[in-house]
């Protein structure tokens, strides 16, 4: 009964500090800003497109090609809509941001030394980071899904279409939660908000370079499969609206559950091992 009031406390004290960090209500208005944007460019691009007026057939089937092309695009926002306020690179910010900072001002040696159990404390991060995630999955999902309406999807919304949203929400959601996993266990590993910080910025832009290289050479040798099985690129799949492959359902439920307990793992026993200094 303890050890469950311990862990209950720990987290109710780290909500509490995630929800007065200045950082959270930041990384809030950005992403709004940041679909705002998205959907601003899109409504722009379909009025310039549709408020055009060909004079032969050639451009009207052009016309035609391109609003074809730029109507899918809002339901695309919101089938995406972590990837479309780029919710994962926040959500790392700000870890870096609040858990960096108990190591750096020691509050986290303060806790230990006070006879606080390790294991509760990583805890206490991981699930106040995922309350965090599922705020922000809640909150950029809704802005995009008010966003789309205003346009449509170019065709009448179905069942299939709320089904795949409700796929996407979940995939997405799993998807976050593993890269904040490893986000968390970087920081356990650097023990500084400067640090952690860069160190998820610099793996963050590594794997997205080196990653859009190997897509590009895969595409054009028509084996690129093996990319979505990778660290951090899961997020692509869980944000199609197509219906997914065998090889696709695996890499976005099973790579994403590995990647993060794998990650858990290690941040969870350096931090058992490792003196706090």
Do not use: E, N, P
């Given at each position: 009964m303890k050890n469950t009031d311990g862990m209950v406390c720990a987290l109710k004290s780290d909500l509490f500090k995630l929800k007065k960090h200045k950082s959270v209500w930041i990384g809030l208005a950005v992403m709004f800003g940041i679909i705002l944007l998205v959907y601003c460019i899109y409504w722009i691009g379909m009025a310039i497109i549709g408020n055009m007026e060909p004079t032969d057939a050639e451009a009207i089937m052009m016309k035609d090609q391109m609003l074809e092309i730029l109507s899918p695009l809002g339901y695309a926002s919101l089938a995406g809509f972590s990837d479309t306020c780029s919710m994962s690179l926040f959500v790392?910010?700000?870890?870096c941001?609040?858990?960096g900072k108990d190591f750096s001002n020691g509050a986290i040696r303060v806790s230990v030394s006070r006879g606080t159990n390790r294991t509760q404390?990583?805890?206490?991060k991981w699930l106040s980071l995922a309350v965090l995630i599922v705020i922000y999955s809640v909150f950029a999902i809704i802005v995009c899904g008010i966003f789309t309406a205003f346009k449509g999807i170019g065709v009448p919304f179905t069942g299939a279409h709320f089904a795949v949203l409700v796929r996407n929400f979940a995939l997405q959601l799993l998807c976050n939660l593993a890269t904040m996993s490893i986000v968390l266990m970087l920081i356990f590993l650097c023990?500084?908000?400067?640090?952690s910080l860069g160190a998820t910025i610099g793996i963050y832009i590594a794997f997205s370079i080196i990653f859009s290289i190997a897509s590009t050479v895969g595409s054009m040798s028509g084996n690129s499969d093996w990319i979505m099985f990778m660290p951090l690129q899961q997020i692509?799949?869980?944000s199609s609206t197509a219906k997914l492959t065998v090889a696709q359902i695996c890499a976005v439920i099973i790579m994403p559950l590995v990647y993060g307990g794998i990650a858990t793992a290690i941040g969870l026993c350096t931090f058992l091992k490792r003196d706090i200094k």
């Open positions: 790392a910010i700000i870890a941001l609040f858990v404390l990583y805890f206490s023990r500084s908000s400067g640090a692509i799949v869980a």
